[in-house]
Each structure stands twice: as structure tokens, then as C-alpha cells.
């Protein structure tokens, strides 16, 4: 099935739509008018179902099919923006200070509205389609509230699929793997307490800079002198806070960062070498080091057959030389995470062409793809127990 001819007549009003979002981000759980506006097109697509406030701020539509029956299969795209101040200069850029859709999710929202727009028309499908608008992907675990909330239970969803926009992948083609796709994403918050004093003295005190700069070095040793060198695990210090006064040795200096993993082993282990490496290069220093810890999202895991029925659906859209059945990792997270611990599923990227990163101020999602998208979406639907 190639790129639907329906799609392509949807796409200037499906990218209306975007561009609607797009103008009017809202964060984290507090997505009501992104949510509202979701609801009321199911509603009036004709979904059989149309349910709101799961997980918080979710949406939730179901559509049955005509040709009997089959499984039910969840479609899920994601709604909130970022704290992020627009640089595009497009005419429809964000109108809310200090909040832009930067990731696309304006973007995966709408194509996933015209995806349900088309399959409640043409219901040429088996078994049940429930398409999923999730809230608080950008760090708020939104994905893990639905799951909680009942969602895959309530709807009897048996698979379950999601699609991510990928900047500088081209136009036109798709990108998938087995396995870990991205990555566990978990902070760390290092506090250091030492003896201020006056910076002309400092033998008369205990410096938390030098001991945290020694830490920060160190930390860097995890990932190439304690992990497996053919393995995964990054660890970023991104924040160093300390000090008034240039004539003063502080007290405290406190360090923040990420550790990002791709198996629970590293994720393990760098818990564990993070937490050693402050506590004793404080002690040796005469200071001391309190370690936070917080678990985030953990690795996101494509499941194999799930993998390959995406990766078929994605050939017969967009053609065999247009698939990447076998991708890299990326070390960035994803809360769809939590739906493939629920359920199997998997998640596959489509290209955005060249642009601006994800989560830069001048991105801006393509509204070229936006048929291919709908069209994948809606072949994924039709070849349900068939593509396995």
C-alpha cells in the first residue's frame, strides 16, 4: 500500500492543525486545550469511543473495524511541548512566552488525528484500533500515568505502537530496531560540603570546588574504565553551582547531571560508581559528598515481532530502500517506555528531513511528512494479524 491518496488530500488541513498546536503549547500535564481539541475532532471523526482525563490529561479514541474480528491495537502520539523560547520566525510560532513545541509532538498529535479521521471513515480494518494522546512525555512520565490508569486493561489493547519524528533523517524514509531504541535517562544531584574560609587562606579551609572538580573528572571514568567498552552509558555533568564571592571559598558547591544506559546492568553500575566516586573523593579531600539519586524513564525496548510488523507496514509505504530495519541506539529517553513494559510494541522513526535538532529553539516539524505518516499509520491498521 503506498501513500494513500486520502492522505494527500487531508494534508494542508491536517497541517492546519499542527500549526493550531503548534501556536498554543502547553506543558508537561497541563495540556486542557491541546486535550480539548483532541477530543472534539475524535468526536467528530465518529470514533465509537472517545474518553478524556486518563492518566490526568490523556485522550483516548477507539474505532472498530469493519472486517471482523481481531486484535485490539493501540496507537499512541504524544501532546506537550517544551519549556523552550521559539526561534523559527514562522508565522504560526508559538504565542506563549517561554514554551514552543520543539520536539515534534505538535506535529505526531495531528498526523495521528488524521490517521483516526481516515480509519473512522473507511473502518476497512479487523479487530480495534485505539488511538492514544499522551500527555507529559517531556519528563513527567505521562506514558506510566495511562498505564497505571487502566489504559491497556480498560481498552483490552494487546499491541501497542508509537511513531517519533528523526531531524536529518530524509523525507520519505523510516528508521527501526530491535530491542533497546532509547535509553534509560536517570539524574544524579551531588551536594559537597566543605569549611568556607577566605580565598587568601585556603588551607584554613575544606574547598568544595576543587573536590567537586576532581569529582567531575572522575565521573568520567565510569564510562571508560568501569563499563563494558563495547556497551552503552553516557554520563553528562550539566550543572556546577557554587560560590558569591571572589574572595570567598564556599561551603557547599553542589554538581547535577544525567546518566543515560541501554541495559540494566550499566544502569546499575553507574548508580553505583557515581555514588563511590563522590562520597570518596570528598572523604579524601576532608569533605563530604550527599548523593540524589532519581530513576527516570527506564530503556525503551522494541519488541521483536512488534519490530518487524513496523518494519514491513513501513516498506510497503514508503518502499524496501526506504527502511532502516536495523538502527542505531539513541541515548535519548522516551516514555513510551512504559507502554512496551505493559504491552509488546514497538516504536519507529520517520524521517523529518534536514533540520534544527530536537529540542532546539529553531526546530520546526515538517508538515511534508505528514501524509506519509498518516498512511503508515493507517496500513499498520488494515495489516493488523496480517503483516506477523
Known sequence: MPILNRAHEMQAEVAEWRRELHRHPELMFDVHRTAAFVAEKLKAFGCDEVVSGLGRTGVVGVIRGSRGAGETIGFRADMDALPIKEMTGKDYASTVPGKMHACGHDGHTSMLLGAAHYLAETRNFAG???????????????????????????????????????????????????????????????????????????????????????????????????????????????QFHAGSAHNVIPEEAEIAGTVRTLSPENRELGEE?????????????????????RRGYPVMVNHSAESDICAQIAREVAGEAAVESDARPLMGGEDFAYMTEARPGAMILIGNGPSAGLHHPAY?????????????????????????
Open 128 to 238: 480495534t484500533v485505539v488511538v492514544i494522546f499522551q500527555p507529559a512525555e517531556e519528563g513527567g512520565g505521562g506514558g506510566r500515568e495511562m498505564v497505571d490508569d487502566g489504559l491497556m486493561d480498560r481498552f483490552g489493547i494487546a499491541r501497542v505502537y508509537g511513531m517519533h519524528n528523526m531531524p536529518n533523517l530524509p523525507v520519505g524514509q523510516f528508521s527501526i530496531r530491535t530491542g533497546p531504541f532509547f535509553a534509560a535517562t536517570d539524574e544524579f544531584r551531588i551536594r559537597i560540603t566543605g569549611r568556607g574560609g577566605h580565598a587568601a587562606w585556603p588551607n584554613q579551609a575544606i574547598d568544595p570546588i576543587v573536590t567537586g572538580a576532581q569529582i567531575v573528572q572522575a565521573l568520567q571514568t565510569i564510562a571508560s574504565r568501569n563499563a563494558d567498552p563495547v556497551s552503552s552509558i553516557v554520563v553528562s555533568v550539566t
Open 273 to 293: 560508581r557515581l555514588r563511590a566516586l563522590a562520597e570518596n573523593i570528598a572523604a579524601a579531600h576532608g569533605a563530604t559528598a550527599e548523593v540524589m539519586w
Open 364 to 388: 520546526d516539524f515538517n508538515d511534508e511528512i505528514i501524509p506519509l505518516g498518516i498512511s503508515y499509520w493507517a496500513a499498520l491498521a488494515e495489516g493488523n494479524g496480517k503483516a506477523a
